[in-house]
């Protein structure tokens, strides 16, 4: 049975959010539109990043809301506005902070469009009772206040940040979420473990060792263990080395005169003994 296609749009809250799905009802949208939603977290403003098309229902998050409308140049201002709100929100809240001595550190905050609520963001290395901290805030800006507490990674996304390759960092042009990462990721690469060189602006290790890890798994896979014996066109010797992006084997052999010879060959001419086994390497969390 076919799935049944839905009309839909695609809209960001934040230039390096997550898309979400919405109903145009009979409206035409481009990207770049600004429109006004019901969300979970209130009325929001958004903008169009993907235009009027056609998904299957099973890509849809039910129920499939609709949008509210599109923006009016009054809804422009009245965001603007709220965004200009900010630094004197995350001032006032770490003056606030300070006061109670918290351990915790202002990342952002934002008014939700219709300024009913302020959602602040904020780190800290545990839990924090911030109840007090809420009625400070709530008094002073006479609005319903959130504190959401967010992790290193949510932190770089929210403020951006140059990587190690010169580029904008990964989660704040595309990545919408978090894939594990994990050390064996670059053992298995063969990077350096030196937490300076594979780690990223937030601390944690590099998104983008995972890219290309599936490739690098599956050849691991297939290459003969250091130290055991591999079969060569010139006969059978030691395996000292290996290349996975080449994929070739560097193997010692002894030569009719007695002498010792390190010579290179493609992976597909070898014949291997002994293969690599994958769970030899401890999967750690960084």
Same mark, same amino acid.
């Given at each position: 049975?076919?799935?049944?296609?839905?009309?839909?749009?695609?809209?960001?809250?934040?230039?390096?959010?997550?898309?979400?799905?919405?109903?145009?009802?009979?409206? +035409? =949208?481009?990207?770049?539109?600004?429109? *006004?939603?019901? !969300? /979970?977290? &209130?009325?929001?403003?958004? $903008?169009?990043?993907?235009?009027?098309?056609?998904?299957?229902?099973?890509?849809?998050?039910?129920?499939?809301?609709?949008?509210?409308?599109?923006?009016?140049?009054?809804?422009?201002?009245?965001?603007?506005?709220?965004?200009?709100?900010?630094?004197?929100?995350?001032?006032?809240?770490?003056?606030?902070?300070?006061?109670?001595?918290?351990?915790?550190?202002?990342?952002?905050?934002?008014? +939700? =469009?219709?300024?009913?609520?302020?959602? *602040?963001?904020? !780190? /800290?290395? &545990?839990?924090?009772?911030? $109840?007090?901290?809420?009625?400070?805030?709530?008094?002073?800006?006479?609005?319903?206040?959130?504190?959401?507490?967010?992790?290193?990674?949510?932190?770089?996304?929210?403020?951006?940040?140059?990587?190690?390759?010169?580029?904008?960092?990964?989660?704040?042009?595309?990545?919408?979420?978090?894939?594990?990462?994990?050390?064996?990721?670059?053992?298995?690469?063969?990077?350096?473990?030196?937490?300076?060189?594979?780690?990223?602006?937030?601390?944690?290790?590099?998104?983008?060792?995972?890219?290309?890890?599936?490739?690098?798994?599956?050849?691991?896979?297939?290459?003969?263990?250091?130290?055991?014996?591999?079969?060569?066109?010139?006969?059978?010797?030691?395996?000292?080395?290996?290349?996975?992006?080449?994929?070739?084997?560097?193997?010692?052999?002894?030569?009719?005169?007695?002498?010792?010879?390190?010579?290179?060959?493609?992976?597909?001419?070898?014949?291997?003994?002994?293969?690599?086994?994958?769970?030899?390497?401890?999967?750690?969390?960084?």
């Amino acid at each position: 049975m076919a799935e049944k296609s839905i009309t839909v749009i695609g809209v960001k809250f934040r230039e390096t959010g997550k898309t979400y799905y919405f109903s145009p009802k009979d409206e +035409t =949208f481009k990207e770049g539109d600004g429109v *006004i939603c019901e !969300t /979970a977290r &209130g009325v929001e403003y958004g $903008r169009v990043c993907q235009e009027n098309k056609q998904v299957d229902e099973s890509e849809i998050v039910s129920p499939l809301k609709e949008v509210v409308r599109k923006a009016t140049a009054e809804d422009d201002k009245k965001q603007e506005e709220n965004l200009s709100k900010r630094k004197e929100i995350m001032k006032t809240t770490m003056q606030k902070v300070a006061d109670r001595n918290l351990e915790m550190k202002i990342v952002d905050a934002e008014y +939700t =469009f219709d300024k009913q609520k302020i959602i *602040i963001y904020f !780190t /800290a290395n &545990g839990r924090v009772d911030f $109840r007090d901290l809420v009625k400070d805030l709530a008094s002073a800006f006479r609005v319903r206040i959130e504190l959401r507490q967010i992790y290193e990674r949510d932190e770089i996304k929210l403020q951006g940040a140059l990587a190690a390759c010169g580029r904008p960092c990964c989660c704040t042009t595309y990545l919408h979420d978090f894939d594990k990462v994990t050390i064996k990721m670059a053992k298995i690469q063969g990077l350096s473990l030196n937490p300076q060189k594979i780690s990223g602006c937030c601390g944690k290790l590099m998104c983008c060792l995972k890219y290309e890890n599936d490739y690098y798994q599956k050849t691991y896979s297939e290459m003969p263990k250091v130290g055991s014996n591999a079969k060569t066109p010139d006969g059978e010797g030691v395996v000292t080395a290996n290349d996975i992006l080449r994929r070739e084997v560097a193997v010692r052999i002894t030569t009719e005169d007695g002498g010792v010879e390190v010579k290179t060959y493609p992976l597909a001419k070898i014949f291997a003994k002994v293969k690599q086994n994958e769970k030899e390497i401890p999967d750690e969390d960084k």
